[in-house]
């Protein structure tokens, strides 16, 4: 290697977030302490940021010396962000992962609405994805199965109460008989 060119690293990604079509945020995680330490500096970067990209027709964006990929979806626009020197095939499969969990876990509804409904799985998903800028997966049918979700089960407020009073009374009787 030349002199130049900087070490390699497994820290790849500095930060994700997801914003709504106002450049509101709703999730965010910064793993690059030294980069944006405190909430102002993070809220003014991801100004900044939307204001650049929320019209433009691009995927990928270059600002303040970090290389920025990202995508849209209805009122929504999610964020993932690597130096300058980061490959944007790798972050730009970073993003193709969450967003296509993502989609799986709202039901292909992805919206503002239906991902507050469901921001804790959303956390779960940016949690196996990534671990203090380190990529842990890729592929959004291994994230799927590490946070355990099937696309058939019921969350319990889509239930009736009849449905969640017969599982109790299932698991009582089942406890009760071993």
Not at 75 to 97: H, K, P
Not at 123 to 144: A, K, N
Request: glycine share 4%.
């Amino acid at each position: 290697m030349d002199a130049a060119s900087p070490e390699p690293s497994l820290y790849t990604v500095k930060a994700v977030f997801i914003l709504d079509n106002d450049g509101n945020r709703l999730l965010s995680k910064y793993y690059d302490p030294e980069l944006y330490p405190s909430i102002k500096e993070q809220r003014n970067f991801e100004s900044n940021v939307f204001n650049k990209t929320h019209k433009a027709d691009n995927e990928i964006a270059f600002l303040e010396g970090l290389t920025i990929v990202y995508k849209s979806s209805i009122d929504l626009f999610f964020y993932v962000v690597g130096s300058a020197q980061e490959n944007e095939l790798m972050l730009m499969s970073v993003l193709s992962c969450l967003f296509d969990s993502l989609s799986h876990i709202l039901r292909k509804n992805v919206e503002r609405k239906c991902l507050l409904e469901n921001m804790e799985g959303a956390f779960l998903v940016v949690d196996e994805i990534i671990d203090g800028g380190v990529i842990l997966e890729s592929d959004h049918q291994q994230v799927l199965q590490k946070v355990n979700y099937r696309a058939d089960d019921n969350p319990l407020t889509e239930q009736s109460v009849t449905q969640v009073l017969q599982s109790a009374k299932d698991q009582i009787k089942w406890s009760i008989l071993k």
